[in-house]
Nanobody, 125 residues
Framework: QVQLVESGGGLVQAGGSLRLSCAAS????????MGWFRQAPGKEREFVAA????????YYTNSVKGRFTISRDNAKNTVYLQMDSLKPSDTSVYYC??????????????????WGQGTQVTVSS
């Protein structure tokens, strides 16, 4: 069992930046593919970014490419999402998730086994 705790959300003006963190419990963090998802009111939860076990491979949804950066520190059991050039359309609750299969990066929500409680990101215009 893995527990994930997100932090770093908040209110920011359009064009600003935030860095989200997700701290994981347990000693098997480095064996998981980690992902970030987001969910806006009235919408389905959608994939944002993911990173493989070593951190050497990443994948992003098109709408955040060039603006968001996912990274991980396996020594600290933490995954990050650096969000720059934020837009009002980025307003959502952001969730981190862990895929215990640990193989290739996947974008489907159902592939992820563990989820955090979410952190609110609000971007004002």
């Amino acid at each position: 069992q893995v527990q994930l705790v997100e932090s770093g959300g908040g209110l920011v003006q359009a064009g600003g930046s935030l860095r989200l963190s997700c701290a994981a419990s347990g000693r098997t963090f480095s064996s998981y593919v980690m992902g970030w998802f987001r969910q806006a009111p009235g919408k389905e939860r959608e994939f944002v970014a993911a990173i493989n076990r070593s951190g050497g491979s990443t994948y992003y949804t098109n709408s955040v490419k060039g603006r968001f950066t996912i990274s991980r520190d396996n020594a600290k059991n933490t995954v990050y999402l650096q969000m720059d050039s934020l837009k009002p359309s980025d307003t959502s609750v952001y969730y981190c998730a862990a895929d215990r299969n640990g193989g290739s990066i996947v974008t489907m929500r159902v592939a992820y086994d563990y989820w955090g409680q979410g952190t609110q990101v609000t971007v004002s215009s």
